[in-house]
């Protein structure tokens, strides 16, 4: 019975802090991208049949005005239906005569080209916003040259003079010896050299000051190098919140774009070195690396979580670029093509590709699936 219970209380956490920030990160990176194509639709008078946020059959849908807007069980991605999309399938609905103008396939390569690229330009929008929104409301962090993390506890290890004494995950050091702690490096450098010896630490939980007397221990650990060096603890770990400056709108902005640019830059770095075998295929991960990594940021707080979603979102931009049939970038190739060739490209081989582009999509699936996997039963 109490095996059934843990597991009924494990899937309720899980749930609720993987899952559910899982559903929510990918469906604002969803919305966004279908979003794009849509008002790029729009712009240019295309007719919008539907816009979908995830697969499969509908929660609920509604129809306004001349296109049906849906909510799906599968949240794993969405969809802009537009007039005459399906033009090189067979089995393409007829369109009717008065709206023959407004359909996709009979727009200019350049348009359909803006429409198609839509998608993936506002998801890399998103990230420069979400990064504006972290500047702007928590400024920059601190980094000299590695980040500086603010006084709280994020873990007192069991045992440890600091559980013995009475410090708890939460506490906010306030002062130790009565000299105050602006970040965690100041706690460092008071116990350095008082191993064995009283420390009086103050500390804030929540709205009380509370005074603890804990005795830091000698200990020996390994350094960068692999060496044994001794060093002095009192078994607390930083709660990882970073130390922020503050910045004005103007700042935020120019951090916001050159961070953007900066990371956009890296993503695409990394899928060459992919490509050249310089970075492992084992570090790629899915829904189920983003589910695990979403349950942490939301426990550290907004800005953990709005950097995060911002580089997903980069990430979700740059693969929908690649020229893979199927996927944006693919169909912004056939475009290119036609574009220089000046008709489309035959209905045989775009269906060829789409069936080529489609296998390479459940490879790379099968592939990230497997890593998250594996990274569940291995540390």
């Keep these: 019975m109490d095996i059934l219970i843990n597991i009924i209380q494990n899937s309720g956490k899980i749930f609720y802090m993987n899952i559910i920030p899982t559903i929510i990160v990918l469906g604002i990176m969803i919305f966004f991208h279908e979003l794009g194509h849509f008002l790029a639709a729009k712009f240019f008078n295309v007719k919008v049949l539907k816009f979908a946020l995830g697969f499969g059959p509908k929660i609920v849908s509604r129809v306004y005005g001349e296109t049906e807007y849906s909510l799906r069980y599968i949240p794993l991605g969405g969809f802009v239906k537009m007039l005459g999309e399906d033009d090189f399938t067979e089995d393409a609905p007829p369109v009717d005569e008065k709206d023959t103008i407004r359909a996709f396939n009979n727009q200019h390569p350049l348009k359909r080209i803006a429409i198609v690229a839509a998608g993936p330009v506002f998801n890399l929008l998103l990230a420069f916003f979400l990064f504006f929104c972290l500047y702007s409301i928590f400024g920059a962090p601190q980094l000299t040259p590695e980040p500086v993390f603010t006084s709280e506890i994020g873990l007192v290890n069991e045992g440890s003079p600091a559980e013995k004494a009475g410090l708890i995950k939460g506490d906010i050091v306030k002062s130790v010896e009565g000299k105050e702690i602006i970040n965690w490096a100041d706690i460092r450098k008071?116990?350095?050299?008082?191993?064995?010896?009283?420390?009086?630490?103050?500390?804030?939980?929540?709205?009380?000051?509370?005074?603890?007397?804990?005795?830091?221990?000698?200990?020996?650990?390994?350094?960068?190098?692999?060496?044994?060096?001794?060093?002095?603890?009192?078994?607390?770990?930083?709660?990882?919140?970073?130390?922020?400056?503050?910045?004005?709108?103007?700042?935020?902005?120019?951090?916001?774009?050159?961070?953007?640019?900066?990371?956009?830059?890296?993503?695409?770095?990394?899928?060459?070195?992919?490509?050249?075998?310089?970075?492992?295929?084992?570090?790629?991960?899915?829904p189920i690396?983003?589910?695990?990594?979403?349950?942490?940021?939301?426990?550290?707080?907004?800005?953990?979580?709005?950097?995060?979603?911002?580089?997903?979102?980069?990430?979700?931009?740059?693969?929908?670029?690649?020229?893979?049939?199927?996927?944006?970038?693919?169909?912004?190739?056939?475009?290119?093509?036609?574009?220089?060739?000046?008709?489309?490209?035959?209905?045989?081989?775009?269906?060829?590709?789409?069936?080529?582009?489609?296998?390479i999509l459940l490879l790379l699936m099968a592939v990230v699936f497997y890593n998250d996997i594996l990274r569940l039963f291995t540390k």
Excluded: H
């Design 190 to 286: 008071i116990i350095e050299n008082r191993a064995g010896l009283p420390v009086n630490i103050t500390v804030a939980r929540g709205n009380e000051l509370l005074s603890f007397t804990v005795i830091p221990e000698e200990s020996v650990i390994k350094n960068e190098a692999g060496e044994d060096v001794k060093t002095v603890l009192i078994g607390v770990i930083n709660a990882g919140k970073v130390v922020y400056t503050e910045l004005g709108i103007a700042e935020a902005f120019k951090r916001a774009s050159s961070i953007t640019f900066s990371a956009i830059k890296e993503t695409c770095l990394v899928v060459v070195k992919l490509f050249q075998g310089e970075v492992s295929i084992k570090t790629v991960g899915g």
């Design 289 to 359: 690396m983003i589910g695990q990594m979403a349950g942490i940021v939301v426990q550290k707080g907004l800005d953990y979580a709005l950097e995060f979603m911002a580089i997903i979102s980069i990430s979700l931009g740059i693969l929908n670029l690649f020229p893979i049939p199927i996927l944006d970038g693919g169909v912004i190739l056939f475009l290119l093509i036609e574009l220089v060739i000046r008709k489309p490209v035959s209905i045989d081989r775009r269906e060829f590709a789409q069936k080529i582009g489609f296998s």
